[in-house]
């Protein structure tokens, strides 16, 4: 069974840092999307970034180019997104996702729809 824990949320002041970490465990991801989602209250889900485990291909929204990061550890099955100059707008519940986007698909790893997996959500919070 595919578990996927999400970890390292917290309150943070405005232009801080946070490493969000996500153990995959269940099955091998090699074949995989790992995406990063958040939802803040009121708002619709929305896509953070995303990583091929395999080539290590990274996706990121418009909103965090620059300032968040998404990198993979292979020993550990453990997928991180390093935010860093947290802004208040960044609030938000974040979600760890996996599924197998084939890289031709349209729309990419930028759809939750091609998510199969799921993880629990951990609270960031961003003061102004």
């Known amino acids: 069974q595919v578990q996927l824990v999400e970890s390292g949320g917290g309150l943070v002041q405005a232009g801080g840092s946070l490493r969000l970490s996500c153990a995959a465990s269940?099955?091998?991801?090699?074949?995989?999307?790992m995406g990063w989602f958040r939802q803040a209250p009121g708002k619709e889900r929305e896509f953070v970034a995303a990583?091929?485990?395999?080539?290590?291909?990274?996706y990121y929204a418009d909103s965090v180019k620059g300032r968040f990061s998404i990198s993979r550890d292979y020993a550990k099955n453990t997928v991180y997104l390093q935010m860093n100059r947290l802004k208040p707008e960044d609030t938000a519940v974040y979600y760890c996702?996996?599924?197998?986007?084939?890289?031709?698909?349209?729309?990419?790893?930028?759809?939750?729809?091609?998510?199969?997996?799921w993880g629990q959500g951990t609270q960031v919070t961003v003061s102004s």
């Open positions: 996702a996996a599924g197998r986007i084939p890289r031709a698909v349209v729309p990419g790893p930028s759809s939750s729809h091609h998510y199969d997996h």
């Open positions: 269940g099955r091998t991801f090699s074949s995989y999307v």
């Open positions: 990583i091929r485990w395999s080539g290590g291909s990274t």
